[in-house]
């Protein structure tokens, strides 16, 4: 009956310690996050930069050559909004249009362009 008692506080010390384990790890992860978020430049100098985006944003800018179609191809780059956690995603739309008439003839599927932070 002794045995069955200790064993039973021994377990019920160690739920606490582990209990205690996972409050603390909580916390510590709550305050790097807080950290990271408010904190300017704390990302950039843990986790490196993000590169520059393009010069032109929002706008369709036209190649300078034509494609083996003979359309003109134009671009445009859009940053959406980021979430809690990140910054947002830059995404490239491309068309088609025709040299003559200015007509699109063609759209193709937006590209999502990875943006992968670098470390100096």
């Known amino acids: 009956m002794r045995d069955l008692t200790l064993l039973t506080t021994l377990h019920l010390v160690i ?5 205690l384990l996972g409050v603390g790890a909580v916390g510590a992860l709550a305050y790097m996050g807080l950290f990271l978020s408010h904190v300017p430049g704390a ?3 843990r986790f490196g930069a993000l590169p520059d985006l393009p010069e032109v944003m929002g706008k369709w ?3 300078e ?3 083996a179609e003979g359309l003109i191809c134009e671009r445009r780059h859009l940053l959406t909004e980021g979430g809690a956690f990140g ?3 830059l995404l490239l739309q491309v068309r088609y249009r025709d040299a003559e008439t ?4 063609r759209i193709d599927d937006e590209q999502i ?8």
Do not use: T
Request: zero cysteines.
């Open 113 to 120: 362009i990875k943006r992968r932070r670098v470390k100096s």
């Open 15 to 19: 739920a606490f310690y582990l209990f």
């Open 61 to 63: 800018v036209e190649d």
């Open 102 to 105: 200015r007509e699109i003839v």
């Open 65 to 67: 050559a034509r494609n």
């Open 87 to 89: 910054s947002g995603k």
């Open 43 to 45: 990302k950039d100098e």
